[in-house]
């Protein structure tokens, strides 16, 4: 029988969750930099950890330069909807509350359910396609599609960000299957991302403060410990048990909005998280009664 570590895992969780939250503050208090900008030193901090970690670990683990080369196009995917999950992602951060940002990135996990679906050819249960319908139209609530452009752009750069980050998360389940090393899917992803970013910088530079500097690099390490945890939670515990402690960054983020900003969501958005994290609340159970059924009958998922 699997054995696992529910408390850890929760708590890795958690920490997890308020990394992110700390990242997506401290990137809306960087300021009127460029997004683009605020990415790419996300990305370096990112790469720099996750290339210290695979260079340190690479020895202890036996690496097939076969397996890596049939996977190296899922690599590669990922790294392509990891990038357009964090530009997307940034993006709505600068323009709209970081609470909205934070829940329209949550949407990942049911664009993940439709990426296994689409690129992966794995099946879709009633229940999880009626959660990613209702998830959607609780994101509706939130993006609030108007033709005012200058609130309805940044919301909508939001869910695709959500979207970009889900079907990243399909393509890592992908790596997987071919045990990639998870320190080089996040190298490649944090490279790749950072070479995007570069001739933006170089066309659209702006100098920026000594504080603004240090406060990107806060949100790098952030996103790192953030990584870090998230890692960390799934290993000790199943994604089924532990992955609803993940909106907690939500409320994370709500809290900090309001004392650092000031920001308050308005009706429609608290109406839109109410439903997003119901569902995801449905799912968890449906997961785990899943689970306990194929553990007493001794069948696999």
């Known amino acids: 029988m699997e054995q696992y570590n529910l408390k850890r895992g929760i708590l890795f969780a958690l920490f997890s969750s308020f990394c992110f939250a700390l990242m997506g503050m401290l990137v809306h208090a960087a300021g009127d930099l460029p997004f683009v900008e605020k990415a790419f030193f996300r990305n370096i901090v990112a790469l720099a950890f ?3 970690l695979f260079i340190k670990n690479r020895k202890k683990e036996t690496v097939h330069r076969k397996i890596e080369r049939k996977a190296i196009k899922f690599v590669l995917l990922r790294a392509v909807c990891g990038s357009v999950g964090i530009f997307g992602n940034f993006y709505a951060l600068d323009h709209i509350p970081i609470s909205d940002a934070s829940m329209l990135n949550k949407m990942s996990p049911f664009f993940s359910i439709l990426g296994c679906f689409i ?3 794995e099946k879709i249960e009633l229940i999880p396609m009626l959660a990613v319908c209702g998830a959607f139209g609780g994101a509706v609530l939130v993006i609030k599609p108007s033709f005012n452009f200058t609130q309805f752009f940044p919301a909508l750069a939001g869910f695709l960000g959500g979207m970009g980050a889900g079907f990243a998360y399909s393509f890592i389940r992908k790596c997987h299957s071919y045990k990639v090393n998870g320190n080089f899917i996040i190298m490649t992803f944090s490279l790749f991302s950072s070479l995007i970013c570069l001739p ?3 066309a659209f530079w702006k100098p920026m403060s000594v504080q603004q500097f240090l406060i990107l690099i806060g949100a790098g390490l952030a996103a790192s410990g953030g990584q870090f945890g998230i890692t960390n939670a799934y290993f000790n515990a199943p994604a089924a048990k532990i992955s609803i402690y993940e ?3 939500v409320i994370f983020s709500a ?3 309001f004392f650092a900003f000031g920001q308050i969501p308005d009706a429609l958005s608290i109406l839109g998280y109410i439903i997003i994290i119901g569902i995801a609340v449905l799912i968890f159970f449906y997961n785990q ?7 007493e009958s001794n069948t696999p998922l």
């Open 247 to 249: 909106y907690s960054m």
């Open 255 to 257: 809290i900090m909005g």
């Open 50 to 52: 996750a290339s210290v």
């Open 200 to 202: 933006f910088m170089i």
């Open 289 to 295: 009664r899943k689970q306990k059924k194929a553990e």
């Open 119 to 121: 690129f992966l050819g």
